[in-house]
């Protein structure tokens, strides 16, 4: 029943017609918001999103629509994208998450305590999404948009809606382009094999072949990749 209440409180927020600010996509100006920092990702692999959540109330369930560019598109069903994070709760919260899928580049969240307990700190990770970034895409920047944001404070009141709308970025890059500079070749063999040997200091995401792991495998992917065979 409180899930169901929490859940209502936000679904009505956009509904009755709540004030709204001017669109303001700069999140250092606001109090209360969820935003995504700008991150990159190789085309035809998974990503995940990182929702972050600033606050200054208690905040015990949110709601926000994530709009993505054409190329990336939410992995397989929404119930299954989408994850509570543990960075801002407790082992022992219980969070609920509703989902809907208008289409495969808009997603639509709500996310309640089944205990009325709020996230902790004031400053974080508060969900992830999983997405999938088409072979196809060509690569560049493109813009993410957080929208119909709404935060829940400890009363079931709306705690912000203050932007229209908040705006991120994702730079895609060749698939097999690990030192991202632009094209596949030499130097991406030895920044995997640098990862191999723990030597990597850039951070470089070597799992060109998606197995969950960087080894030889992704180092055939790259020689495959230059001679057009993958």
Same mark, same amino acid.
């Given at each position: 029943m409180m899930k169901k209440k929490l859940f209502a409180v936000l679904a009505l927020c956009l509904g009755l017609g709540l004030p709204v600010a001017a669109e303001n996509t700069d999140v250092t100006t606001i109090d209360n918001t969820l935003y995504i920092e700008p991150l990159t990702a190789n085309v035809g692999k998974t990503v995940t999103l990182?929702?972050?959540m600033k606050n200054t109330v208690k905040v015990e369930g949110l709601q926000f629509t994530l709009v993505l560019p054409k190329g990336l598109q939410v992995v397989t069903e929404p119930d299954t994208a989408v994850y509570v994070s543990r960075e801002r709760t407790d082992s022992s919260s219980v969070? $609920?998450?509703?989902?809907?899928?208008? #289409?495969?580049?808009?997603?639509m969240v709500l996310i309640g305590s089944h205990?009325?307990?709020a996230f902790t700190g004031t400053d974080g990770e508060v969900a992830t999404v999983k997405v999938q970034v088409a072979k196809g895409t060509a690569p560049g920047?493109?813009?993410?948009y957080l929208r119909n944001i709404a935060l829940s404070d400890d009363q079931e009141i709306?705690?912000?809606?203050?932007?229209?709308e908040v705006e991120s970025s994702i730079t895609l890059y060749l698939r097999g382009d690990v030192n991202r500079d632009g094209e596949v070749g030499i130097g991406d063999i030895v920044a995997v094999t640098n990862i191999m040997a723990g030597t990597d200091?850039? $951070?470089?995401?070597?799992?060109?072949? #998606?197995d969950g792991e960087v080894g030889i495998g992704d180092i055939v992917s790259i020689t495959n990749i230059m001679a057009g065979v993958e």
């Amino acid at each position: 029943m409180m899930k169901k209440k929490l859940f209502a409180v936000l679904a009505l927020c956009l509904g009755l017609g709540l004030p709204v600010a001017a669109e303001n996509t700069d999140v250092t100006t606001i109090d209360n918001t969820l935003y995504i920092e700008p991150l990159t990702a190789n085309v035809g692999k998974t990503v995940t999103l990182s929702i972050k959540m600033k606050n200054t109330v208690k905040v015990e369930g949110l709601q926000f629509t994530l709009v993505l560019p054409k190329g990336l598109q939410v992995v397989t069903e929404p119930d299954t994208a989408v994850y509570v994070s543990r960075e801002r709760t407790d082992s022992s919260s219980v969070y $609920g998450v509703e989902t809907a899928l208008p #289409d495969s580049t808009t997603l639509m969240v709500l996310i309640g305590s089944h205990e009325r307990k709020a996230f902790t700190g004031t400053d974080g990770e508060v969900a992830t999404v999983k997405v999938q970034v088409a072979k196809g895409t060509a690569p560049g920047t493109y813009p993410l948009y957080l929208r119909n944001i709404a935060l829940s404070d400890d009363q079931e009141i709306p705690a912000s809606y203050d932007t229209a709308e908040v705006e991120s970025s994702i730079t895609l890059y060749l698939r097999g382009d690990v030192n991202r500079d632009g094209e596949v070749g030499i130097g991406d063999i030895v920044a995997v094999t640098n990862i191999m040997a723990g030597t990597d200091e850039a $951070g470089y995401d070597g799992d060109v072949n #998606d197995d969950g792991e960087v080894g030889i495998g992704d180092i055939v992917s790259i020689t495959n990749i230059m001679a057009g065979v993958e």
